[in-house]
């Protein structure tokens, strides 16, 4: 062994003299990340924050449509956990609801923010020359287009509902997974395994599928839970200046932002849950991140 | 033993990962007389590059190391890192494989030359540069005082890496300390090295330890050969004795498998079957069995003790009968 | 222009199975600012040929232009100027269909086994690509193609599902061999196949590859510094040196007289396991020039030792040594063959 390899079996990733006997395949990856325990934590304050949100309701009914003057802001007792809003909604049911539609726009966005940034990036790099250039301009111009002031001239000329936040936050967002990718298909482009599929006639498309976007993965995989959490805060930030969706929804930041109004008159139980869900979804998602880049050994990656 | 530059008893090297142990390198015993060339031989995973690292005291945290390396008259094992420091540079000189990492892209080349006796000796500005002038025009570079304040890009692999030997030396060390030091140049460009490593051992008499997996290189340029498998000694013994006479399983094994000028062009290779051990697995017996042609089950049981005598001896249950060599010594030129 | 001949002398009524004339490739350095710098003569007017089940070795170090040469074959890169010619048609000349059909029959096995498969995909899968690329196999019948090529190449079927992080060097370079077999090429373009592996494993790839040719009639054309595998491997060689073919021929011929001096430079400078030798020889100086500044005239001159004025006036020329041994230069170290006109062949 050359000192090179030398160095990397001993930290831990040897090419292929050592084997780690215990994990085959390529899931090398999941076996170091259980191993994290701050990520595994992580993951599963967002399995249970997810849990509580979706199925939540079905063994804790409350009303969250009707509103019920007189209900108003009681603290929390008997019959409601955690009290109620200023509308008569119940808090915990409230807390529940929230949580649905912060996670429906989070992942959603994300989801979009991902496979775009990911397609654009990943054929950027791997054509590279004019298209190269041509494709990463048109993404510098947009990075400097400040996003949360596009996203407040969008929500007030049109009505928010789920499905347009997720589409506007995703399309904001998309960018930097596009320079990441693109910054990895330019590395890969070179490797052997890439050359070797372009001598068999392997077509573009699938050539750029198949070896540059699967080899990205730790990348994107990475990223994609920073962009959870960040869609989550962009959300909450949204809802916070008051263009959220139309009530009865409502989503964490919007219950952070209403109960805000109520700071000085004491009622904590309108503040506390939402910021404290809030805070605990986006460390969470920044814990799970931070394993996976560390189960996939990217040390210098940005976000 | 006075005359002995290094002497390394009983080394043992265990590398800790995440869920595993490897022991790279096990029960390695070996010295090096002044001005002696030692090649240390053997295929990936075979522990001489740890062997190296742990010999130069660069080996990183996750590692124990037990036994003794004794530097002259001082126990080397164990030191803190800040006295082996004091020792790399002055006392033992490090050339490695890659010229291209070995150097600072950023600093110019009379610094990075100059940098062991400044820091290690106290040397002045002035002084170190006048030494490490003195050692690039010893490394062969042409125009030496020009070279002093070029930057690493500038000059060719062969060029860098005489670079590198020449900062290794600048301290004049009594060990100097070879990691594949040609694997990553041209052929040509590794006879001029090799032949800049035999004229620097005479004008500068410092003891060499050359790590390789060239077979080739050292027959040429080593005094006395080291052969290892699987973290272990598996033969050792001078040159000559080591490539006319091999004793070991493996060493025989292995100087049949290299391809040469003189071998019949398209015919059967010697091969030696199955893929090296997994340094991870401890196991009682001789580590090459599963490939040898003459294992048996006390060789499976027992680790073979060392056998031999005189500078030429080898750890084998079942070694290599005398009569039935016939190695080819003479080159077909 | 300096016709550089090298191939086994072949019959004149078959074509060759590949062939390259007059090829070369010069990369303009890129970025504005280096746009008026002299370009990088990466290959320079090289004609070779190829017969069919016969291996062409290429021999030279670092920056002699022989990894451009092999992947000009493969068509990964275009030849600036010249052809390369697949049974008598030029690639350039096919239709895009027809290039990709042309692709099939020749194939590339690469030097890192480390960074040849891609870590992702299993070693079925990895073997299984070029089949699906091709077409017209139904997934059965891949899969039973791949295993017989897996049993082909020393791989165990039960390894097929393996990762390739999974096995040792050897064991990649061998999937990297079955992966090129998977069209049944006529061809196979080996760039250093077995430079990155350990000594008691390349005898067994060697092995291998040698099988393989006389089972399956291939050509190889392999590419390599390393002249022990060269000489062992190929029926015909030809040596390069920035860019350029400086001598070819048999390797008999070429080792027991080689004619020039970078080649007698190549051969004293390998070291052989032999004690007691005095051990490898360099009897060349000097640095690489620049392949965007060559030297005039012969370009191994700055650092021959026998060179002259003269070498430094006049381009060298291919001239015969003995049956199929050529080699370009003016003070060589045996005598040529005084050439009759008529034995002198031009590129068709």
């Keep these: 062994m050359s000192l090179e390899n030398v160095t990397t079996v001993l930290s831990g990733d040897e090419p292929g003299g050592v084997p780690e006997a215990e994990a085959s395949g390529g899931w090398l990856w999941l076996r170091a990340f259980a191993d994290n325990k701050l990520a595994v934590a992580g993951l599963v304050v967002v399995v249970v924050l997810t849990l509580f949100s979706f199925l939540g309701p079905l063994f804790y009914h409350t009303d969250q449509i009707h509103t019920r003057i007189g209900m108003e802001t009681l603290k929390p007792g008997a019959g409601h956990p955690l009290g109620t809003d200023d509308v008569g909604y119940d808090q915990l049911g409230r807390l529940m609801v929230g949580g649905q539609t912060t996670l429906e726009v989070a992942f959603g966005a994300a989801a979009v923010a991902v496979i775009v940034g990911v397609t654009w990036g990943a054929v950027a790099g791997y054509l590279g020359g004019f298209i190269d250039a041509l494709m990463m301009r048109i993404v510098d111009a947009l990075l400097a287009i400040p996003a949360l002031l596009l996203l407040l001239y969008l929500a007030t000329v049109f009505q928010p509902n789920v499905v347009m936040l997720i589409v506007v936050v995703g399309l904001t967002a998309w960018l930097v997974p596009a320079r990441l990718v693109r910054g990895e298909a330019l590395t890969l482009r070179t490797r052997e395994y890439v050359l070797a599929a372009k001598t068999m006639g392997v077509r573009t498309p699938t050539l750029i599928g198949r070896h540059i976007v699967t080899n990205s993965i730790g990348t994107i995989l990475v990223n994609a839970t920073f962009q959870v959490a960040d869609a989550i805060l962009v959300v909450a930030a949204l809802s916070f200046l008051g263009l959220g969706i139309a009530p009865p929804a409502t989503n964490w930041g919007a219950m952070l932002s209403n109960g805000l109004n109520y700071t000085y008159s004491g009622y904590w139980w309108l503040t506390y849950p939402p910021g404290i869900a809030i805070v605990l979804t986006v460390v969470a998602f920044n814990l799970i991140g931070d394993g996976l880049r560390d189960a996939f050994g990217l040390d210098t990656r940005r976000r | 033993m006075s005359g002995s530059v290094l002497r390394v008893s009983d080394l043992d090297v265990d590398i800790r990962l995440r869920r595993s142990v490897v022991h790279a390198v096990r029960g390695v015993s070996l010295e090096v007389a002044e001005g002696e060339t030692v090649g240390i031989v053997g295929e990936s995973g075979c522990g001489k590059s740890t062997l190296g690292l742990a010999l130069a005291g660069l080996l990183p945290g996750n590692t124990t190391v037990r036994g003794s390396i004794r530097l002259g008259d001082r126990e080397l094992a164990g030191l803190a890192e800040r006295d082996l420091r004091r020792v790399r540079g002055t006392e033992v000189g490090i050339v490695f494989q890659d010229p291209m990492t070995s150097l600072n892209p950023t600093l110019r080349i009379g610094a990075q030359v100059g940098e062991a006796m400044r820091v290690q000796m106290g040397a002045t500005k002035a002084e170190a540069r006048a030494a490490a002038a003195e050692m690039l025009e010893l490394v062969g570079l042409p125009r030496p005082a020009e070279q002093l304040d070029r930057f690493p890009h500038e000059l060719s692999g062969g060029m860098r890496q005489r670079v590198v030997i020449a900062a290794a030396l600048v301290c004049r060390p009594k060990l100097l300390i070879a990691d594949e030091p040609t694997t990553a140049l041209d052929v040509t460009t590794q006879a001029q090295i090799m032949d800049l490593f035999d004229r620097l051992r005479q004008t500068l008499g410092m003891a060499t330890l050359l790590i390789t997996h060239d077979m080739g290189v050292v027959a040429g340029h080593a005094d006395r050969v080291f052969v290892m498998y699987a973290g272990r000694e598996a033969e050792t013994g001078r040159t000559a004795e080591i490539f006319d006479q091999p004793r070991h399983q493996y060493t025989a094994a292995l100087l049949d498998s290299v391809l040469r000028l003189g071998t019949p062009r398209k015919s059967e290779l010697a091969t030696i079957p199955g893929r090296p051990p997994d340094l991870t697995a401890t196991v009682a017996g001789c580590p090459f069995v599963p490939r040898c042609p003459a294992a048996s089950a006390e060789c499976s049981a027992q680790f073979p003790p060392v056998s031999g005598a005189g500078s030429h001896h080898w750890l084998c249950h079942h070694p290599v009968s005398q009569d039935e060599d016939s190695r080819v010594t003479e080159a077909p030129r | ?348």
């Design chain 3, 1 to 348: 222009m300096t016709v550089n001949l090298a191939g086994p002398p072949a019959d004149h009524d078959q074509a060759p199975l590949l062939s390259l004339v007059d090829v070369t490739k010069h990369y303009r350095p890129g970025g504005l600012l280096a746009r008026s710098a002299a370009p990088v003569q990466a290959v320079s007017d090289v004609s070779l040929d190829i017969a069919a089940g016969s291996t062409l070795g290429i021999v030279g170090e670092s920056g002699c232009g022989k990894s451009t040469l092999g992947r000009m074959v493969v068509g990964l890169e275009k030849p600036t100027m010249g052809e390369v010619r697949l049974r008598g048609t030029s690639l350039s000349a096919m239709s895009r269909p027809e290039r990709r059909t042309a692709r099939y029959d020749v194939q590339m096995m690469f030097q890192d086994p480390y960074a040849a498969l891609n870590p992702r995909m299993t070693l079925a899968h990895i073997i299984e690509e070029p089949l699906r690329a091709k077409g017209g196999l139904t997934s059965q019948q891949r899969r039973s193609h791949v295993r017989q090529l897996a049993e082909e190449t020393g791989l165990s079927v039960s390894q097929l599902d393996r990762y390739p992080r999974e096995l040792s060097g050897g064991q990649r370079q061998r999937v990297g061999l079955a992966r090129a077999l998977a069209t049944s090429p006529a061809l196979i373009v080996a760039d250093e196949p077995v430079s990155a592996l350990d000594v008691s494993v390349r005898s067994q790839i060697l092995n291998l590859m040698t099988a393989l040719q006389d089972e399956h009639q291939l050509s190889y054309l392999m590419v390599s510094h390393d002249l022990t595998v060269i000489h062992y491997l190929a029926d015909h060689i030809a040596v390069m040196y920035l860019g350029q073919i400086v001598e070819s021929g048999s390797p008999a011929a070429l080792f027991s007289a080689p004619a020039h001096h970078y080649t007698r430079a190549l051969l004293d400078a390998v070291p052989e396991p032999v004690p007691g030798r005095v051990g490898p020889i360099s009897s060349i100086r000097g640095e690489l020039p620049s392949a965007s500044e060559p030297p005039s005239g012969c370009r191994f001159r700055t650092r021959c030792p026998a060179a002259r004025a003269r070498c430094a006036e006049q381009v060298p020329r291919l001239r015969e040594f003995g049956p199929g041994h050529r080699a370009a230069c003016h003070f060589p170290l045996t005598e040529p063959v005084p050439a009759p006109a008529a034995d002198v062949r031009e590129a068709p």
